[in-house]
């Protein structure tokens, strides 16, 4: 019999990638959308059946789940990809924002998470994926809500991961660099930003990448369903997502955490320069 995955947030970007490749790989595919007008867009897919979930609606989880396991009769795997980004310095980011950040990118995903959880300890099997961010392996500036709100996934799929081991259920974390996808068209920026932020803002985003495809982190996911690794739970994407955990490994966080320091207040050092990826081709997962 066929597989099931339910992935949420599948307008665009890794959400979109990511059911056209299970769908391709003979899966079953729950796709979340939040918008009515959005419903039929994997029309053209026949094992894809799109369904609206916003995942800030906590109470609609349980019977989400309940229906998203009725369609195809069981799931197999849930990835909770739906999430933005809030930019700007903390200091002029309103508590709303932050609050609002958390409860799509943690509190929804932690909520869409229990909904499947029963199911998942009862059946003995499951694999959960989550999308955190490569900005939560250590805090990036001017993104720092973003980052402390993806650093939570991380460690929630950690903790997790261990928690339903004795059930046989997979808990994973895909940390994405940066891929150019919509999500960078749909900021919410923190409000009046005192003009004190500006150069840095520009210096550190000027550091920045122009992004990999997002079909490369859409293999990451399908990679960290089905590769069977119960125990790995973290999956790193794209060449900055790759290079900073390979960099860390090589000569240490500590080092790391003060080059990139140096580098985002305008002193990158040339070892920094010649080790950190810019527009490299993107590692490619084999499916
Ligand atoms: N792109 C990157 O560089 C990058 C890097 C690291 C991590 N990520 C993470 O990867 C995930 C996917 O992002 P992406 O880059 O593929 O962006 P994207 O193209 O904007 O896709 C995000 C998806 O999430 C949906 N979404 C947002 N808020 C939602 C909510 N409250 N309820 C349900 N769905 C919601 C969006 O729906 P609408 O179309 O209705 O807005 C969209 O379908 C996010 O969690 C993001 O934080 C992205």
Avoid: C
């Avoid at 789940?65 to 200091?91: C, K, T």
């Avoid at 859409?218 to 990679?223: D, L, R, T």
């Amino acid at each position: 019999m066929n597989r099931t995955v339910v992935i949420t947030g599948t307008t665009s970007g890794f959400g979109r990638d990511s059911v056209r490749l299970f769908a391709s790989q003979g899966w079953n595919v729950v796709a979340t959308v939040r918008k009515e007008t959005d419903l039929a867009i994997h029309d053209d897919l026949p094992n894809v059946k799109t369904l609206l979930l916003d995942v800030n609606d906590e109470g609609a989880d349980t019977a989400f789940a309940e229906q998203a396991a009725a369609r195809f009769g069981g799931i197999d795997a849930l990835v909770n990809n739906a999430g933005y980004y809030h930019m700007g310095p903390v200091e002029a980011a309103s508590m709303e924002q932050i609050h609002d950040q958390f409860q799509t990118n943690v509190f929804g995903l932690m909520a869409l998470t229990k909904a499947f959880l029963p199911h998942f300890r009862e059946q003995r099997s499951g694999v959960i994926v989550n999308i955190s961010s490569i900005s939560a392996d250590q805090g990036y500036p001017y993104t720092a809500v973003y980052a402390a709100s993806k650093a939570a996934v991380a460690a929630f799929s950690e903790g997790l991961n261990v928690e339903m081991a004795d059930f046989g259920v997979s808990v994973k974390a895909v940390f994405p660099g940066a891929h150019a996808t919509r999500i960078f068209t749909k900021i919410d920026q923190a409000g009046d930003i005192p003009e004190d932020y500006q150069s840095g803002m520009q210096r550190f985003f000027g550091m920045q990448g122009t992004g990999s495809s997002p079909a490369v982190t859409a293999k990451a996911i399908y990679q960290a369903v089905t590769d069977g690794r119960i125990e790995q739970v973290r999956y790193y994407t794209g060449p900055d997502g790759v290079a900073v955990p390979r960099v860390k490994r090589l000569l240490g966080a500590d080092w790391y955490w003060e080059e990139f320091r140096n580098a985002a207040t305008g002193n990158p050092s040339d070892l920094w320069k010649s080790l950190v990826t810019q527009g490299k081709e993107p590692v490619e997962f084999a499916l």
